[in-house]
């Protein structure tokens, strides 16, 4: 169709084009609008007749989306794919604002119910174990592990025990186990078992299948107690942090293994796998045409369809190329939802103006994505220039000196939020009462600087050192910063920290560089090779907070073969101390929460980093669109389909 390939083709100006000319036709609303698009070449024209709010027959809802997924295999699919996934597979455990909530299970497990537990066993040489490390290895003669959950800190002599080749030793394993909720079935109307789970694990663990084998191998056994309940057992000496998710979902060995007949490798390719796979969702598939359209239709075994769920009848997925193509295509009339994904930001002023008109109704959440300003606090040896930032004082005053707020306002209009620490507010874990909060305030920041020993005293509008330790009188406080080449907002994040640090006294010169360049490997790389002044560039935060990014052992340098991720080369003993111990307590106890809280205090007071905002995700919808809660830290954005509707 004309308006399908027309929409594939719009770019950032012809979105503008698009919107420019829907506004202008918003002053008496007629039952026809004529959209006139530039694209390259020649005038197209495109008619759009809206919707009636009540339509007779089926109620279906169209969702536009970024890119047309490979496959929907849960074991061989693309990223694409994690919307359409939402609506064949319920679960089987949703993840919305860092809470766990169990979909087709009774519920989560844990240590204090009692089915998550430890069980003490005894191991001999060529017994499979945990090494203090986290690999998984054979029991040999100098091998060491934690001989149980409660003291796992390699730095104490007394959490390790070595193994001397000959005398057993006894050591921990944890043990978890699931029920599923009774009368959930697949598609098909056969009913959802924990065989089923088992089935999954065994695909997800079997070579030939292209899927993470991290839990495969650190598994003892993923075995059925009845039909409804599943238990996993870890190696000695594993402890999981979130074993409450090495639940794996089930598939339908009913169909794929006992019909068909079909092998792990099979799978990959097999229609009934990875282009209509059978799930227990809201949805089941209709029909894929490639290149155009997934339709779904609902499901009639749906476990939740006495509470008059899904809330519409049929389902179709559209794709364009671009977050820029998805805004057209919803602008164009031919879908109802439309997901531009990540990097749909500087599309916000158009989305505001569209919506200030009633064309459409924009939905925001923070996202779990934040930038922050790294310091070049300890550089590789080779990278000769003064210890600016050596001082804490410098690097708090950094913090005043730069005016965050006013990024989020330029950057995401306002809908973004200042960071405070490297997690959000949201959080469970975040430590509001024990943070070291940095206001925009450049005379404080000018006053830390001048008690460190910077000064001005040549007029020229840049700080000299005077009495500043390690760095000879005189030198300029010329800095440089480092970007990412060809990415307006991280010019315009860099234009706002030069003209703030200007103000302070701090000369800036930017240096961008390709992406490939940017990020590449130490000891070349100038990221983590250790080789820059400043720079910033995007935390992706997930489940546990990050506090080991800034652990001594994770400074890039020949010992780790460059592959840390403290770029900063910031180490302090305490901040060491409390993050292992953070990471080695369970989580639910005082021990990972307390230390999680004073991982935070001492960052934000020592500020390896300068956390700047938290970016903003995108869902944009018709007006009759109701129901959806959009995604925020790491959940689709799809995570609640089956409540959304249609007025």
């Given amino acids: 169709m004309l308006k399908n390939e027309l929409a594939r083709q719009l770019t950032v100006a012809s979105v503008l084009t698009l919107i420019g000319v829907v506004l202008l036709g918003t002053c008496a609303p007629p039952a026809t609008v004529v959209q006139t698009v530039e694209v390259p070449g020649p005038t197209m024209v495109v008619t759009a007749t809206p919707e009636p709010t009540e339509t007779p027959g089926p109620r279906t809802l169209t969702v536009c989306q970024v890119g047309e997924p490979e496959s929907l295999y849960l074991y061989g699919g693309s990223y694409a794919a994690r919307n359409v996934l939402q609506a064949i597979y319920d679960g089987p455990i949703d993840y919305h604002s860092f809470d766990f909530q169990p979909v087709i299970l009774e519920k989560l497990p844990t240590v204090a119910d009692g089915d998550a537990y430890f069980q003490t066993v005894t191991v001999q040489a060529g017994d499979r174990v945990v090494d203090i490390r986290g690999e998984p290895v054979a029991l040999e003669q100098g091998t060491q592990v934690f001989p149980n959950h409660a003291c796992r800190d390699a730095a104490n002599p007394e959490c390790v025990v070595t193994f001397d080749g000959n005398t057993p030793i006894e050591i921990e394993r944890m043990v978890v186990s699931w029920t599923l909720k009774d009368g959930v079935t697949w598609s098909d109307g056969e009913p959802v078992t924990a065989d089923d789970s088992v089935y999954s694990y065994e695909l997800a663990c079997h070579p030939d299948t292209p899927s993470s084998k991290y839990i495969c191998d650190r598994t003892f056994s993923y075995a059925a107690a009845g039909k409804r309940t599943v238990v996993w057992t870890g190696l000695p000496g594993y402890v999981d942090d979130l074993y409450m998710l090495n639940f794996f979902s089930p598939l339908p060995r009913h169909l794929w293994e006992k019909q068909l007949r079909a092998t792990p490798a099979d799978l990959l390719n097999r229609v009934e796998s990875t282009r209509q796979p059978i799930g227990w969702g809201p949805f089941r598939i209709t029909e894929w045409v490639q290149g155009d359209h997934i339709a779904l239709e609902r499901n009639p075994f749906y476990f939740r369809a006495a509470e008059g769920l899904p809330r519409v009848d049929r389902l179709v997925f559209r794709f364009a190329p671009n977050a820029e193509g998805v805004v057209a295509m919803l602008m164009a009339g031919e879908c109802d939802l439309a997901l531009p994904g990540d990097g749909a ?6 989305l505001k103006e569209a919506e200030g008109k009633g064309l459409l109704r924009l939905m925001t959440s923070v996202s779990n994505q934040g930038e922050h300003l790294e310091f070049g606090i300890n550089p590789v040896a080779t990278y000769k220039r003064p210890d600016f930032f050596e ?36 959080h469970p874990l975040y430590a509001a009462d024990r943070l070291t909060r940095w206001t925009y305030d450049p005379p404080m920041g000018r006053a830390l600087l001048a008690e460190a020993g910077w000064a001005d005293k040549d007029g020229n509008g840049v700080l000299e050192a005077h009495n500043v330790t390690g760095i000879r009188a005189g030198t300029p406080f010329s800095v440089t910063l480092l970007t990412i080449q060809g990415d307006p907002q991280q010019e315009t994040i860099a234009r706002m920290i030069r003209a703030n640090l200007a103000d302070c006294g701090v000369q800036v010169t930017v240096d961008s560089r ?71 307590a369970l989580p639910g106890t005082f021990e990972y929460r307390e230390n999680h809280a004073e991982a935070q205090r001492i960052f934000t007071e020592q500020l390896p980093a300068l956390p700047l905002f938290w970016r903003v995700r995108i869902a944009v919808a018709r007006p009759e669109v109701i129901g959806l809660i959009p995604g925020s830290f790491g959940e689709g954005e799809l995570w609640n389909i089956e409540e959304v509707g249609l007025r």
């Fill in 345 to 350: 930001e500087p599309l916000l002023p158009f």
């Fill in 391 to 426: 001082d804490v004082r410098v690097r708090q005053a950094i913090a005043h000196c730069i005016d965050r707020q006013a990024m989020v306002d330029e950057i995401t209009l306002g809908l973004g939020r200042v960071a405070d620490s490297y997690i959000p507010s949201e």
């Fill in 514 to 584: 390709p992406v490939r360049d940017f990020f590449a490997d130490g000891p070349l790389g100038p990221i983590y090779g250790r080789q820059f002044d400043l720079t910033f560039f995007t935390w992706e935060i997930e489940l546990t907070p990050p506090c080991y990014l800034y652990t001594t052992e994770e400074i890039p340098d020949p010992a780790n073969y460059w592959g840390g991720a403290n770029a900063s080369g910031f180490s302090n003993a305490e901040y060491d101390t409390v993050c292992r111990a953070a990471r080695a």
